[in-house]
């Protein structure tokens, strides 16, 4: 109705009138996400309706596991089992095409579903490794023979009950380091902190909450026996990060982030006799995480 005045006016007395006299501002005006950060938007466009990539590299720590392996003539518990990542040596393969996927890396593709929030999908490749020798509390038991074909258990033959052992290589040799796979779905939301005048550079809080599958490479030897298992799907994970992100244009940005993550394997391959041996184990880590990304 206040639009009307103007409109009369400009009949009565021949003013020109243009769209963006009669047309409410609130209708031109792209629809911003409020942030946590300031009550009026820094912003005067919207991220709505955009697509990102973006890839880079990662760092993880592992809190201690207990890991169940079970088959014919065995069914044994370590406890508390300490691992590390394996992160490889700053060289090409970083940045070299056909070894792209040989380091710890990560992978996200996403669309913002609203201004302040995307929903994505993205590959955590992280890498899992068994610290050998270590010693450990033990419960179950351990025939002098296991699994079909016989494999002989030596002197690690017997029942334990919580019961400490030195795990040596001789015994198990045990990663996930082609890798530590997490594949999943994120929905993130942003909160800008800093927008420069230009619009183009700006700097924004990430935080997001992911569910997704693991697929991780298990490279086993029990008693010797084993081999690099082939991909499978082992269990489930579910994840919170944040982090900063930093546009230093419109279209592209660096961001930094640490997530948060819990993880269940049931299925783990060990000796390569996928249908009589296995493992599991749940897994929970840190992880950080630094990439570039493009906005389009």
């Known amino acids: 109705m206040r639009r009307f005045p103007v409109l009369i006016f400009a009949l009565l007395f021949g003013k020109k009138v243009s769209a963006q006299d009669i047309i409410p501002k ?90 302040n929030y995307s929903i994505s999908l993205g590959w955590d490749h992280m890498k899992y490794v068994m610290e050998i020798p270590q010693t450990v509390k033990v419960d179950g038991y351990i025939n002098s023979t296991i699994s079909s074909p016989g494999i002989p258990t030596g002197p690690y033959a017997g029942t334990y009950n919580n019961t400490p052992l030195q795990v040596n290589a001789d015994m198990l040799t045990f990663e996930h380091t082609d890798g530590f796979n997490y594949v999943s779905t994120e929905l993130e939301r942003y909160d800008d902190i800093w927008v420069a005048r230009s619009q183009k550079q700006m700097l924004t809080l990430e935080t997001g909450v992911g569910v997704g599958a693991m697929i991780p490479r298990t490279d086993v030897r029990l008693f010797g026996v084993g081999e690099n298992n082939f991909w499978n799907f082992a269990g489930y994970g579910i994840s919170v990060k944040a982090g900063l992100k930093f546009n230093f244009t419109k279209k592209f940005y660096l961001q930094s982030s640490a997530k948060v993550g819990f993880t269940d394997l049931s299925k783990i391959h060990t000796t390569g006799r996928n249908s009589i041996d296995g493992a599991s184990q749940t897994i929970r880590y840190l992880e950080s995480l630094t990439v570039l990304g493009l906005q389009f």
Do not use: C
């Open 26 to 115: 609130s209708v031109n005006q792209p629809k911003i996400g409020r942030s946590l950060f300031s009550r009026e938007p820094k912003r005067n466009f919207s991220r709505k309706g955009e697509w990102f990539v973006h890839w880079g590299w990662n760092f993880s720590l592992y809190d201690t596991s207990d890991i169940n392996f079970k088959g014919p003539g065995y069914d044994f518990t370590l406890k508390n089992v300490k691992a590390k990542d394996r992160p490889s040596k700053l060289s090409l393969d970083y940045i070299n095409p056909m070894e792209l996927t040989t380091p710890q890396f990560n992978m996200r593709f996403g669309y913002f579903i609203k201004d």
